[in-house]
């Protein structure tokens, strides 16, 4: 089918007129309704027919012209219904759209639906959405990760050629490890958060996630840049991420942190990566185990920092100028704003909020020195294998547990790619991330572009597709 | 580090449930009484498992709240049409509205 194809092999394949923007649109939605009743990853699909009139009447300006795109329900996106999972905001219809959005239509590329994660992302399994929980393509009876289990679940299922996420504590790591997809975690800033629905603002990131690494090169490239709508958006330059995907990395220095091999690591997981490693070292790059002893400090520092923030960023949901009432918040995200508001409140605030923004400062130098000395981090992204439904749910600390490994990146600001590497035995995908410096992304598709040249299992389709 | 939380000591703080109430009214959370009191013992648990950070020594440290490097980022103080909603568009969400305005409950009460 087209949608197994690269954006690279599709966006020729446009301009040569061998296929149609429509085309693809025609497979996209075939595909959803083939396998979305049982996948549920769509929570509002746009109109077929308006989005064919569209796919007819796009100028191709840029490798994305043309191409069927999800994203998180969490990007306002102006006359399409934007929840962010939440009956909070059942019917808003934004009145503006996200910055991202606006680059992609500019781009030509073509939105067809706003996808299922847990309610303004918080959660890692997608079952904190009042739309019903999202289903693992490769196990129905497993969880598609979260909080952008949707738009992973969307990807894996060839709904779409790529999608767009969030990442706050692991967003778009954790789904694209749990399904057999590649997905960017940027630098801080480095993609505009104006019009993406807050969640916790000074770690909340903007990234693409698609089959292919170098898929999400072709999709940050577009999206990636300064905003004067978000003062905190970086004006770095943006490189040409798809020149750097195809550069060498014979000679990079991958940095293997032990803390993150130890007890809490399922045993399929940590033998995966033992094999991606070795992979590293054959295409000439040079693994050295070194120690990251913070580690087993970043859940608590997370669990301070984004729901203290996110109690303040909630707060302007009282169902007067847009949405309903605060009553239709969900358990878990009530517990977030009841922890962070105790987290700030008057005697708890030193001990709490103030202590986790100091060791925040510790895990910025202790990474800062290491990624002076290695290209990326090599490590896993999630310590468990994709959970059967109500494994993380209602538990408060296998929920946060869940995160132990994507947070610390989030906390210093840092830019990761997840990708796959690997099954468990029981056919379920798994994922390892590499971690760069600040504004690295370019460095980190090189090296997953590398990696996934030279083994297929982002090739791997869940066995749903094949019959 | 194992994926549990630790047990419960006499020197870690828990909450009560007029704690949580409390915090349900600064947060602006109406709970019933179920959720108040789920919440007693879930955000108990959270807190308990954060506190585990108090073990980490920061004395001396300075504090980060965010991590662009950037300060101060200023703009002009002008109107940017491009920016701005129509009165309808500004409304267009809103459940009550009124010649044009958001009604809004009264906050202050009579005596």
């Known amino acids: ?467 | 580090m194992k994926g549990k939380a630790p047990k419960s000591t006499k020197t870690t703080p828990v909450l009560t449930k007029k704690d949580i109430d409390h915090l349900a009214r600064l947060a602006s959370l109406p709970l019933t009484a179920k959720q108040s009191d789920e919440l007693t013992e879930q955000v108990g648990v959270t807190v308990h498992y954060v506190s585990q950070l108090q073990a980490l020594p920061t004395e001396g440290v300075t504090e980060t709240s965010q991590v662009t490097g950037l300060e101060n980022v200023f703009r002009e103080d002008e109107i940017d049409p491009a920016r701005m909603l129509t009165q309808a568009e500004a409304l267009s969400n809103a459940k009550r509205t009124y010649n044009g305005f958001f009604i809004v409950d009264r906050v202050l009460e009579e005596k």
């Open chain 1, 1 to 467: 089918m087209l949608l197994d194809l690269s954006i690279q092999t599709l966006a020729q394949k446009l301009r040569g007129k061998e296929i149609s923007s429509a085309d693809l649109i025609r497979e996209s939605y075939a595909q959803i309704d083939r396998f979305d009743k049982k996948v549920n990853s769509v929570i509002t699909l746009v109109d077929q027919e308006e989005v064919i009139e569209k796919a007819k009447n796009v100028r191709f300006t840029s490798p994305l012209s043309g191409i069927p795109f999800v994203m998180k329900d969490a990007y306002l996106t102006k006359g399409v219904r934007t929840t962010a999972a939440s009956k909070i905001l059942d019917d808003f219809i934004p009145p503006y759209s996200a910055t991202v959005y606006r680059r992609l239509e500019e781009a030509g590329a073509i939105l067809i639906g706003k996808l299922n994660m847990d309610a303004w992302g918080h959660g890692a399994s997608t079952e904190n959405t009042d739309y019903d929980p999202t289903k693992n393509p490769w196990d129905m009876t497993r969880s598609a990760g979260g909080s952008g289990g949707g738009p992973a679940a969307a990807i894996a299922s060839r709904f779409c050629s790529f999608g767009i996420g969030e990442d706050t504590g692991g967003s778009i790591r954790n789904p694209a490890a749990w399904n057999n997809i590649s997905a960017m975690k940027v630098t801080y800033g480095r993609v505009s958060r104006y019009g993406a629905i807050a969640y916790a603002s000074s770690l909340d990131t903007m990234g693409p996630t698609a089959k292919l690494v170098e898929d999400c090169a072709y999709v940050l490239e577009v999206i990636a840049g300064h905003d004067p709508y978000d003062a905190t958006s970086s004006s770095h330059p943006v490189s040409s991420y798809v020149k750097e995907l195809r550069q060498s990395i014979r000679g990079k220095r991958l940095a293997f942190p032990t803390e993150f091999y130890g007890d809490a690591l399922d045993g399929e997981i940590k033998e995966a990566i033992a094999k991606a490693r070795e992979e590293f070292v054959s295409l000439g790059a040079i693994v050295e185990e070194v120690s990251l002893p913070l580690l087993e400090h970043g859940v608590s520092v997370y669990y301070i920092l984004a729901p203290s923030e996110t109690s303040s960023n909630l707060s302007r949901y009282d169902g007067i100028r847009y949405g309903n009432g605060r009553d239709l918040f969900t358990r878990e995200t009530k517990r977030r704003i009841m922890t962070g508001t105790y987290a700030l409140s008057s005697g708890y605030y030193d001990a709490y909020y103030k202590k986790a923004q100091k060791a925040r400062s510790l895990f910025i130098d202790q990474y800062a020195k290491l990624l002076s000395r290695y290209d990326a981090l090599l490590a896993p992204v999630t310590p468990i294998m994709p959970p059967k439904f109500g494994q993380l749910l209602d538990d408060p600390v296998k929920n946060m547990m869940a995160d132990l490994y994507t947070v610390p990146v989030n906390i210093i600001g840092l830019p990761s790619l997840a990708l796959p590497c690997g099954f468990g035995k029981d056919g379920l995908p798994i994922g390892m991330q590499l971690v760069g410096r600040m504004f690295s992304e370019g460095e980190l598709f090189a090296l997953g572009h590398a990696y996934q040249e030279s083994t297929d299992w982002h090739r791997k389709q869940p066995v749903m597709l094949e019959r």
